[in-house]
């Protein structure tokens, strides 16, 4: 036998082993890449958590802001916080109001205190956060002040009221739109366990609802904007959009704004600047009769934040909001004309046309 024949036999063993040996050398390889993956993802995600979420304050006349930034800054870290921090703030806030300016000393301690860096302008804020809490109690200087955040692209929150007008409301939600920034605004009083309850069914259907509230006014502000945006927002939250028409009367030391809604619904707010004061109100439904219930703190608006800026989505629709500032807004033209009905659609069509000329020149071409 020559050698070539010796080796036929053998060669067809050698290459099974060939091929297990390759075979197994892809297995380990495949396997060491996965869990090489595996442990970057995992890694990933790991810094993800612990990076924060850089929060910026604008205006420190109000007790939201140490309310909020104790909410998100609390050691150990609340989950439901999603890692959010509040790590600057710029004082200002009004410089007219004086029951506003007057307080901005007090919580610019208080904030430093909570660890919070305090700059000297919007711009020094802006280069130092991820998003904005535009806590400004006043919202004559919303506007300006939105402009700088949506201009950087900063997702935002804007307390209550949004702005001092109709007219600047909608040009605040025309600018955002314009660049593309996500933005919300609501009281605290929409997120009471009571108000969300009714949202969400518990009476059924909500056929009517009296709302009520503190009604102190600015002489700066549109008549409900500054404080009776909380019933008007608990109204709307149980009622939600589609109204048509308000009718509203007031005295010295009352507010009452009757809305009627497009299939015949009746919401209306009381508001209140003397004797006992508080908030609640009654929802009538298809399915029951329920109380709104009592304001429920800060903590259940400081959660809804912090998940908008985790998700950059609104929770509250837009147009829901356009519309409860139109309403105020109507109630206030209704009071001027003697408490004859003044349509939701007039005073937004009024509104559209000066927020057109509130943002011209000032949205950048081209976004």
């Keep these: 036998m020559n050698v070539i024949e010796r080796i036929k036999p053998i060669a067809p063993a050698r290459r ?12 380990v390889t495949a396997v060491a890449i996965v869990f090489n993956q595996a442990t970057v993802s995992a890694q990933e ?14 205006g420190l006349d109000t007790s939201h802001v140490p309310a909020f930034t104790k909410a998100f800054n609390v050691e150990p870290a609340d989950p439901e916080m999603r890692n959010g921090r509040v790590v600057a ?14 307080r901005i000393p007090k919580y610019t301690e208080e904030v430093k205190a909570l660890g919070v860096e305090v700059v000297d302008s919007i711009d020094a804020l802006l280069d130092r956060v991820d998003c904005v809490l535009l ?7 919303h506007l ?3 402009l700088q955040v949506f201009r950087a692209g900063k997702p935002t929150f804007i307390d209550k009221p949004v702005a001092s007008n109709l007219a600047e409301v909608v040009a605040i939600y025309r600018a955002a ?8 605004s609501s009281s605290s009083l929409r997120y009471s366990e009571g108000a969300q ?21 600015e002489p700066s502000h549109s008549r409900l904007f500054w404080y009776g945006i909380h019933g008007c927002e608990s109204l709307y939250t149980c009622m939600g959009r589609g109204c048509v028409s308000v009718q509203h009367i007031s005295t010295q030391h009352r507010e009452l704004a009757v809305g009627t809604w497009n299939n015949g619904r009746i919401g209306t707010f009381h508001g209140m600047r003397n004797g006992s004061r508080g908030y609640g109100g009654t929802a009538f439904g298809d399915k029951g009769i329920r109380p709104i219930g009592d304001y429920g703190g800060y903590r259940p608006l400081a959660v809804k934040i912090a998940e908008f ?13 356009i519309e409860l500032y139109a309403f105020m807004a109507a109630a206030a033209a209704s009071d001027a004309d003697g408490g004859h009905p003044v349509t939701i659609a007039s005073v937004l069509k009024k509104a559209e046309r000066d927020a057109d000329k509130l943002l011209e020149g000032k949205l950048t071409p081209g976004k």
Excluded at 16 to 27: D, E, K, M, S, T
Aim: charge should be negative; proline fraction near 8%.
């Design 16 to 27: 099974c082993r060939n091929l297990i040996a390759g075979y197994l050398a892809f297995v």
């Design 144 to 146: 300006e002040q939105a």
């Design 135 to 141: 806590e400004t109690n006043d919202g004559k200087p």
């Design 197 to 217: 309850a009714i949202r969400n069914g518990a009476v059924g259907t909500v056929l009517g609802c009296n709302a009520f509230s503190p009604a102190a006014t």
């Design 177 to 184: 739109e314009h660049y593309g920034v996500p933005m919300f």
């Design 309 to 321: 800026f985790e998700t950059k989505q609104s929770p509250i629709d837009p147009k829901e909001t």
């Design 45 to 58: 995600t790991a810094d993800a958590e612990l990076t924060p979420i850089r929060i910026g304050v604008i």
């Design 89 to 102: 703030a710029y004082p200002y806030g009004s410089r007219t109001i004086e029951s506003s300016y007057s």
